[in-house]
Structure formats: C-alpha cells, structure tokens
C-alpha cells in the first residue's frame, strides 16, 4: 500500500475524472451514470492505477490499470469501498460484473446470487444473504394463513399506484389461490417506497388472497441496473431482464410459485423488451408467464407516467380517473406534499 496513494476522486476534478474514464475505457468498461462515491488508488508519479465506486449499498466501476495487475490492487480497492460503505452504515453489499470476473469477487467475499450466462452476474457479500431473504419469504407467507395449490407472483413499483396496477392484481388474484405481491424496494422512485407499499395494500384490501413481500435488493429497476461492462442498451436491457429472472426462478421455487402476471407495455420499448425475454426466460424455467392487456381511462392506457404528470402539474380531476380513490386520497392531503414537491421538482417525471 506504501507505494500508491489512496484518494477519493471528486466528480469536479476534470484531470481525476479523465484519468477515471480512461482507466475504464482501458478495461472495457465504461463510467456507470449512478455513482456516489469513487476512490482511486495513484502511483508515485500520480497516475490512476486502479478504481472503484459505490451507488447506495452497491460497489461498481472497479477497475485495475493492466500495468499493474497481479499486485493486489484490487484487494485494496474493494476493502477501502466495504470499509466506506460500513462508515455510512450499509453492511449488507451487492454488485453485479462480467461472469469471468466472479472467481476475483468471490475471492475477495462475495459471494453469487444469480448470473445470466455470457452477460452478467450477481454477487453479495453475506454467504447466507439470499438464503435468509428466501426464508423471509416463507415466513411471511406462514403468517398470512393463506394456502393454496395454485400460486401466482405480480411484481410492482406502482409509483404511483393506479387503477392499471389494480386492474392487474384483480385479474391475477382470479387465477390464483394464493398471489405473492412484491413491491420493488428500491427507494429511487419519485414515489418514496413506505408510500407506494402502503397505497398498494389500500388499494387491494377487497381482494383476500393477497400476501404482500418486498423484493430487497434482490430485485431492482432497469434505471439503476449497472451497466458499466455491457456493451450497448439492447444487451442491457435482456442482461438484467434475465438476471432478474434467475433471482425470481429461484424465488419461485421455493415459494411454490408457478405463475407469474404482468401488464403489457404500449410506452416503454425498455419494459417492452424486458417483458419478451421474461415471457420466454420464465417458459424455459417452467413458470408460465401471462401478460394482461393494459386497464384503458378516456381512450388510453392507464400509466403511472401519466399519474405522475399529472401530479406534478396538480390537476387532481384529471387524475382522478386514473387512481383508486385510496391513492387519490392520500395525494390530495397533507400527507403528501413532500412527495408533490419532489414530483414538482423533478427534470422527468415520465421515464423515472
């Protein structure tokens, strides 16, 4: 360590930030668009020999200059990231890299949750992280008292929830004995997560075969899926759908799980996408995947984009016929205002 220099490298230090990139080019990878924190290690002459970052409890962007592999650097990277990340509270650490890579991490403590063979893998740094979250699950289930022979997943981020969500878990609590709702627990959204779980349980207590999970970090939105190492946005779009795919097998499996519902997607090419490699990904697997068509209100499918617009712009009546009167409800009191001032704040309200 004696011979190179530790340094947190600052997003307004262009000479640091050049280096950065060109480090990561070199490697074949390139600057994540989510980074909130980066270190670098510098030789004697104040050249970047290796680097790594972190974006909430994730590490990402670690790279290591080909003149100076073999020397441990990444060894040195990764600990000053966890020793970080537990000065910031976070003990509990993923990342996601090419699959050649995952011998290097899994010397260095972490351990796989999923991969999809030539793209991506998974990793956590808590050998017993998944187990213990699939466990979680069960309990649950357990303490809902709801059984059943036929069991179906809907996976939501309902940010807001709208009548298009309820719509969806209608038409899947009617196939299903037992429906496992998770609620995307990643706290992005515009929509902070302690309000769209509680707007998704008021706005399906008529149905009661419901079980309600929230998908820790097991499960996250294309928005924040690291995609450093993929080479273009088609490759990151079915990387991720089929890492996300692999962790819901898994799921599925131990939850008895054999169907799993989704809402088709006129407006996003992404979730488009997406959707057609898990159709396919979840046949392979055994797991029948069905796709309602979309909840329509004037003549147009029901978005929670819209919802959004329309709650930046505070035209409640337009909205109205959009949102279970739940939602609505919560979004015309006082309650929510924090979360109108940070829609009212936001560059884009319809791609978030």
Same mark, same amino acid.
């Given at each position: 360590?004696?011979?190179?220099? @530790?340094?947190?490298?600052?997003? *307004?230090?262009?000479?640091?930030?050049?280096?950065?990139? =060109?480090?990561?080019?070199?490697?074949?990878?390139?600057?994540?668009?989510?980074?909130?924190?980066?270190?670098?290690?510098?030789?004697?002459?104040?050249?970047?020999?290796?680097?790594?970052?972190?974006?909430?409890?994730?590490?990402?962007?670690? &790279?290591?200059?080909?003149?100076?592999?073999?020397?441990?650097?990444?060894?040195?990277?990764?600990?000053?990231?966890? $020793?970080?990340?537990?000065?910031?509270?976070?003990?509990?650490?993923?990342?996601?890299?090419?699959?050649?890579?995952?011998?290097?991490?899994?010397?260095? #403590?972490?351990?796989?949750?999923?991969? =999809?063979?030539?793209?991506?893998?998974?990793? %956590?740094?808590?050998?017993?992280?998944?187990?213990?979250?699939?466990?979680?699950? !069960?309990?649950?289930?357990?303490?809902?008292?709801?059984?059943?022979?036929?069991? #179906?997943?809907?996976?939501? *981020?309902? *940010?807001?929830?709208?009548?298009?969500?309820?719509?969806?878990?209608?038409?899947?609590?009617?196939?299903?004995?037992?429906?496992?709702?998770?609620?995307?627990?990643?706290?992005?959204?515009?929509?902070?997560?302690?309000?769209? %779980?509680?707007?998704?349980?008021?706005?399906?207590?008529?149905?009661?075969?419901?079980?309600?999970?929230?998908?820790?970090?097991?499960?996250?939105?294309?928005?924040?899926?690291?995609?450093?190492?993929? !080479?273009?946005? $088609?490759?990151?779009?079915? =990387?991720?759908?089929?890492? $996300?795919?692999?962790?819901?097998?898994?799921?599925?499996?131990?939850?008895?799980?054999?169907?799993?519902?989704?809402?088709?997607?006129?407006?996003?090419?992404?979730?488009?996408?997406? *959707?057609?490699?898990?159709?396919?990904?979840?046949?392979?697997?055994?797991?029948?995947?069905?796709?309602?068509?979309? !909840?329509?209100?004037?003549?147009?499918?029901?978005?929670?984009?819209?919802?959004?617009?329309?709650?930046?712009?505070?035209?409640?009546?337009?909205?109205?016929?959009?949102?279970?009167?739940?939602? @609505?409800?919560?979004?015309?009191?006082?309650?929510?205002?924090?979360?109108? &001032?940070?829609?009212?704040?936001?560059?884009?309200?319809?791609?978030?």
């Amino acid at each position: 360590m004696s011979d190179y220099i @530790l340094s947190t490298i600052e997003p *307004n230090d262009r000479r640091a930030m050049a280096q950065l990139d =060109a480090l990561l080019a070199q490697e074949g990878i390139r600057r994540d668009g989510h980074l909130d924190h980066t270190v670098g290690l510098y030789d004697q002459d104040y050249d970047l020999a290796a680097t790594g970052s972190c974006f909430g409890n994730t590490l990402r962007c670690m &790279a290591v200059d080909s003149a100076h592999q073999g020397e441990g650097l990444m060894n040195q990277v990764v600990s000053e990231l966890v $020793d970080f990340q537990c000065r910031r509270g976070n003990t509990h650490l993923f990342l996601y890299t090419k699959c050649g890579k995952i011998p290097i991490f899994s010397g260095l #403590g972490f351990y796989e949750v999923a991969r =999809a063979e030539g793209q991506a893998a998974f990793l %956590e740094n808590r050998r017993t992280g998944f187990a213990d979250y699939l466990t979680g699950l !069960k309990n649950e289930t357990a303490r809902s008292g709801l059984t059943g022979t036929m069991q #179906g997943a809907v996976v939501l *981020n309902a *940010n807001p929830f709208t009548l298009g969500h309820q719509y969806l878990l209608e038409q899947a609590a009617e196939r299903c004995d037992l429906l496992h709702v998770f609620v995307v627990s990643e706290d992005v959204s515009l929509v902070p997560l302690a309000v769209r %779980e509680r707007l998704v349980r008021e706005g399906s207590t008529h149905l009661k075969n419901l079980v309600y999970h929230q998908t820790g970090s097991y499960m996250i939105s294309s928005a924040t899926f690291p995609s450093y190492f993929l !080479k273009d946005e $088609d490759d990151v779009i079915t =990387a991720h759908a089929r890492l $996300d795919i692999a962790v819901f097998v898994k799921i599925a499996r131990a939850l008895g799980i054999s169907r799993r519902f989704v809402g088709e997607e006129p407006f996003s090419r992404v979730t488009s996408i997406y *959707n057609q490699v898990m159709v396919q990904g979840l046949a392979g697997a055994g797991v029948d995947c069905t796709v309602f068509p979309r !909840k329509a209100a004037g003549g147009r499918a029901v978005s929670a984009s819209r919802a959004r617009e329309l709650l930046r712009d505070g035209d409640f009546e337009a909205l109205a016929p959009l949102v279970p009167k739940s939602t @609505l409800h919560y979004f015309t009191s006082s309650q929510a205002e924090p979360v109108l &001032a940070r829609i009212r704040r936001a560059d884009d309200v319809v791609h978030y």
